[in-house]
Every structure is written in C-alpha cells, then in structure tokens.
C-alpha cells in the first residue's frame, strides 16, 4: 500500500500561490493515478485534479481550470498541484490519492489517501 504525505499549504492572500506536494512511499507509484481533492469545513470532499501514471494526461474541475496545475515526478515519487490566482473559495483542506481509474472524479474511485495540507486564501 502506498502512503502519501502533503506539504506546502498555508496562509496566502487572495491573488497568490501555492505550490502544493504529495511524496508517496512505495515502488508502485508511477504505475497509478494521482489525483488531489480539497474538502473546506461544512463541505464534502471534491475533485480537484488528476494525472495519469507518466504525467501525459490531466484533468481539472471546472473552478480550477487555468489557475491549477497538476504534475508528477516519478523519479521522485512526488505529485505536485501549483495553485495560482488563488481565490477564498479555494479555502480548504487538500488532500492527495492513489487513483483506481483515470478519469474519475468520485472518492470512492481512489484508494490510498493522505492526511491533508490546510491552505487559506484570505481576500
């Protein structure tokens, strides 16, 4: 089983950026999807973005679309998620995952999570 650590969330103003990471343990994670999901207080837990096991193809959610980036290095076992003109509805917890089928964007499609990174995104 894979294990996922994020880091790099924090306190930003509205406008910023942020450059998320997810170091994964484990011989097996350039064979499996990546996703990120972010879950803000009262919420459910939602897609954020997703990348296929050698980084050529993505998938964003609509409200992330052309400010969010994701990307892997295998190498590394590192997925990362550049964050930029940050708004405060991007307020959240954000959470990686191991993915068991590309192109979903349910939870229950994604096994191996981490334990979050908080970001806030004052206005």
Same mark, same amino acid.
């Given at each position: ?7 790099? %969330?924090?306190?930003? @103003? #509205?406008? !910023?950026?942020? *450059?998320?990471?997810? &170091? +994964? ?5 350039? /064979?499996?999807?990546? %996703?990120?999901?972010? @879950? #803000?207080? !009262?919420?459910? *837990?939602?897609?954020? &973005? +997703? ?5 050529? /193809? ?16 295998? &190498? ?48």
């Amino acid at each position: 089983q894979v294990q996922l650590v994020e880091s790099g %969330g924090g306190l930003v @103003q #509205a406008g !910023g950026s942020l *450059r998320l990471s997810c &170091a +994964a343990s484990g011989r097996t994670f350039s /064979s499996y999807t990546m %996703g990120w999901f972010r @879950q #803000a207080p !009262g919420k459910e *837990r939602e897609f954020v &973005a +997703a990348i296929n096991w050698n980084g050529g /193809s993505s998938y964003y959610t609509d409200s992330v679309k052309g400010r969010f980036t994701i990307s892997r290095g295998n &190498a590394k076992n590192t997925v990362y998620l550049q964050m930029n003109s940050l708004k405060p509805e991007d307020t959240a917890v954000y959470y990686c995952a191991t993915g068991l089928m590309f192109g979903s964007r349910w939870p229950r499609d994604f096994g191996s999570w981490g334990q979050g990174t908080q970001v806030t995104v004052s206005s």
